[in-house]
């Protein structure tokens, strides 16, 4: 088997022995799987942690993006094998559900894997290493929960939540303002969770970013920032206590749905099409002006007639806003999307307390800030930053942060990072294992040697010995009692994660190592590999 790189420089795996074959059998489709799978973790073993490494990847239409996301690498991998793929998939459920801890679930997945090759070879039958890890996973789980803590947070007291978000942000590029972002995150999901409900739509949390300042100059703003300006140049720039009526329709004459012919031979004729044109669009500037708004947000454009009409009436005006932009302006300024302008009244508008164009740089770089508004549940998170890759990682980055944060408004259990869980982890599985009297205890025992590649791959990370790192703080645990010893990173001086405030959500680490186990007892449950031969 190889790692290879095709002309863009992204990383494919060959399989030498699917080349000859199109049938794999038995152990050697384990083996063959098992590898596949081994081969994915490896890439991405690297990018764990504070310090681990970024990724650079090449679209085919050359867009660079670099980024420190597991799920982010995976996707943007062109994997073939289809075992590769269930990797990708694996790190894509965890970014569904949980949103953070991308990498270590398939690294997890990767040693899981690589353990049962071992256990293969001892002749251990596969059925009977997939039941070892479903128990092993099942101590696992059950021992995350006891050694976790629960955070009291409240509105004052937020700060459980930022020194969270913090550690998820710590091991992104960004991590230079990762205190700044953090508050940011924290604050965005509070401006819209529901305390009460326990839950958090962050659907309401726009992000928008633009390239130029510094990624400090990165705000929280409440309320909705679009791309967009308004229609004409001379237009008023500042609205205050603006009523806002938002159309999904456009300022056009109607234009029948079948096909129409209109015949004009005369200049007459002409002459009353004309007028009845403007009339169009007199009388729907008119309707607007009816109930009250002094701005249209409007989905589709109008041609330079309607602008016209539009600056002369004195109604400001924005085009071509997009659909979910709309829906998030709607939420914010509590008024309703209107389809047609017959259906406009006075309680339809949106309300905000100023809406404003801002211009950036030194082009005709502008975008519309709506503040103020009635319903101060849809906030935005604008990211200034220095070219577009940064911005995009960025993006992807606060993105981890206001899931974790979600995640710990829903639960508010936290564990210990740092690889200091799974080391408690292992421990306790390892106890667990001389429970079993089948052969499943060699499995449950490979399962806490597996759990210890998490701390391993931290130390490898910031160039320590794994090995010699991992026994020092794993005789650490034993000797002291003491479940929150885990790598020291950043070079602290403490491997205390507790005291250096390293913190990750309950619900994350144990849907990793749910997942991880699933994942890997799939692919050991494979004994048939069947795939299209020479085409
Ligand atoms: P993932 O995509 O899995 O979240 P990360 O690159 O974010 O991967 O790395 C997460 C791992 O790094 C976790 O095991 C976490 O405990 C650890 N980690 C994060 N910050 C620190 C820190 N300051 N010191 C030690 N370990 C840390
Ligand atoms: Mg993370």
């Known amino acids: 088997m190889a790692l290879a790189f095709d002309e863009y420089g992204r990383p494919f795996i060959i399989i030498k022995e699917q080349e000859q074959k199109s049938r794999l059998r038995g152990l050697d489709a384990q083996k063959a799987n098992i590898n596949a799978g081994k081969a994915v973790a490896r890439i991405l073993r690297t990018s764990l942690g504070p310090k681990g490494m970024d990724k650079m990847l090449q679209s085919p239409d050359g867009d660079v993006t670099i980024t420190n996301d597991g799920a982010t690498i995976l996707e943007q991998m062109d994997v073939d094998n289809q075992i590769a793929k269930l990797m990708v998939e694996l790190s894509r459920s965890q970014d569904y559900e949980i949103g953070d801890g991308t990498t270590g679930v398939v690294v997890m997945a990767g040693a899981l894997l690589e353990q049962a090759e071992k256990l293969l070879e001892c002749g251990i039958h596969p059925i009977r290493i997939a039941e070892g890890y479903e128990m092993a996973s099942r101590i696992a789980f059950e021992h995350l929960e006891r050694i976790s803590q629960k955070f009291d947070f409240n509105k004052t007291n937020v700060d459980p939540l930022v020194q969270t978000c913090m550690t998820t942000l710590s091991s992104k590029i960004v991590n230079r303002c990762k205190q700044t972002l953090a508050e940011i995150a924290v604050k965005a999901v509070l401006a819209v969770a529901d305390l009460e409900r326990k839950d958090v739509n962050l659907d309401l949390i726009k992000v928008e ?3 130029g300042g510094k990624l400090e100059d990165t705000e929280l703003i409440h309320g909705i920032v679009v791309d967009k300006d308004m229609s004409h140049p001379q237009m008023p720039k500042r609205i205050e206590d603006a009523k806002i009526a938002i159309l999904t329709c456009p300022f056009e004459p109607p234009k029948p749905k079948t096909k129409h012919k209109v015949d004009i031979d005369t200049v007459e004729k002409f002459q009353t099409l004309r007028q009845q044109e403007q009339k169009y669009f007199d009388d729907m500037v008119q309707k607007c002006k009816d ?6 947000i409007c989905q589709w454009g109008f041609d330079d007639e309607a ?3 539009l600056m002369h009436r004195n109604l400001p005006a924005v085009r071509w806003v997009g659909g979910v932009e709309l829906e998030l302006i709607a939420i914010a300024t509590g008024g309703r999307i209107v389809p047609r302008f017959q259906e406009l009244t006075p309680e339809k508008l949106g309300r905000a307390g100023l ?9 005709k770089d502008r975008m519309l800030y709506i503040e103020q508004c009635a319903n101060s549940r849809a906030v935005t998170i604008f990211i200034r ?3 577009k890759m940064m911005i995009e990682e960025t993006k992807r980055s606060l993105h981890d942060a206001l899931c974790v944060a979600r995640n710990l408004i829903r639960n508010n259990s936290i564990v210990y990072g740092g690889g200091s869980v799974e080391i408690s982890c292992s421990i306790a599985v390892e106890a667990a294992a001389d429970r079993y009297p089948g052969v499943e205890q ?6 806490a040697e597996a759990l210890d590649a998490i701390p391993m791959a931290l130390a490898e990370n910031i160039g320590l010995q794994p090995i010699e790192a991992l026994s020092v703080v794993k005789s650490q645990h034993i000797k002291e009692k003491n479940p929150f010893c885990g790598i020291d990173c950043n070079d602290i001086g403490t491997n205390n994660m507790q005291e250096q405030n390293v913190f990750e959500t309950l619900i994350g680490k ?3 190592i749910l997942l991880a186990t699933q994942v890997v007892k799939m692919i050991l449950k494979i004994d048939d590999v069947i795939s299209p031969s020479d085409y």
């Open 307 to 309: 602008n016209h009409l």
């Open 355 to 363: 809406v404003r164009e801002k211009s950036f740089g030194t082009t």
């Open 209 to 211: 970013g633009k390239v």
């Open 442 to 447: 060699y499995a449950i025992r490979s399962f």
């Open 510 to 512: 144990q849907q990793q």
């Open 291 to 296: 109930v009250g708004a002094t701005l249209v």
């Open 385 to 387: 930053g220095g070219n």
